[in-house]
């Protein structure tokens, strides 16, 4: 008998609970719905004001302090919040937005206020390959500066593929030795190698950065070094 009347009881508050958290799912999931539809159709702008409103429906669902509808809530509230942390990055980045100083700055902030638990919602090499649009148009521009400035920013976001680095230090290193900046320019014609090690195109600049450096006579050692190695020979010879 009082098996049975608990879980009556536990229908009812069951029940009580649905009642009160019920209504803020509903519009929830009405806005997130429309949020994935307007994001599938590239309107960034106007799914981040949707997902905007998901978000407070859950939480608003949250506040009602529930039991049983605790933890599926949350799982909601997680999966919305990295929806709209990605397509707010689509928004940043896409069509124009990073083809003027405006919208790079724009990007910039953005990325650099993610809190680290909301890096997890965009992939690193996204990022990256944001950067590299970023880096070759200021390239172009011969804004050498600044295309080093994004070049390396993709090197430290570690977006964990290999040509995307190797590219990227070639890039690097032939700025570093269009500004006579050898014993840089040395190290990441190193790293390239290290992706390629019958890279002619790199092996032809290590030769002119030793020449530079007037230490040729280190050819093979600089050929076969990985880049840690190659920063502490250029210590060591010069």
């Not at 070759?136 to 011969?142: A, I, P």
């Not at 002619?200 to 030793?210: D, K, P, R, T, W």
Request: proline fraction near 2%; aromatic fraction near 12%; include cysteine.
């Amino acid at each position: 008998m009082d098996n049975l009347e608990e879980k009556l009881n536990h229908i009812e508050k069951w029940n009580q609970e649905r009642s009160r958290v019920k209504p803020y799912i509903d519009i929830a999931v009405e806005f997130h719905n429309k949020a994935r539809t307007e994001a599938h159709w590239k309107n960034y702008e106007h799914a981040a004001r949707l997902y905007r409103e998901a978000i407070q429906n859950y939480r608003n669902a949250v506040s009602q302090n529930p039991r049983y509808y605790l933890h599926d809530l949350l799982e909601r509230i997680d999966r919305v919040i990295g929806e709209h942390i990605y397509n707010t990055f689509n928004l940043k980045t896409y069509g124009d937005k990073l083809k003027d100083e405006r919208g790079i700055r724009d990007f910039e902030n953005f990325i650099e206020n993610l809190k680290e638990e909301e890096r997890k919602y965009i992939e690193p090499y996204d990022i990256a390959m944001a950067y590299m649009r970023v880096g070759d148009q200021y390239s172009e521009e011969g804004n050498l500066e600044r295309a080093y400035e994004f070049y390396k920013k993709i090197i430290d976001c570690d977006c964990g593929r290999p040509f995307v680095e190797h590219d990227t230090y070639r890039k690097m290193a032939k700025i570093l030795f269009a500004q006579a900046r050898y014993k840089e320019a040395l190290v990441d014609f190193v790293s390239v190698l290290s992706f390629d090690r019958e890279n002619h195109e790199a092996i032809s600049y290590i030769v002119q950065c030793l020449d530079k450096l007037g230490i040729a006579e280190h050819k093979k050692k600089f050929l076969a070094a990985k880049p840690n190695e190659a920063k502490k020979l250029i210590m060591e010879v010069l």
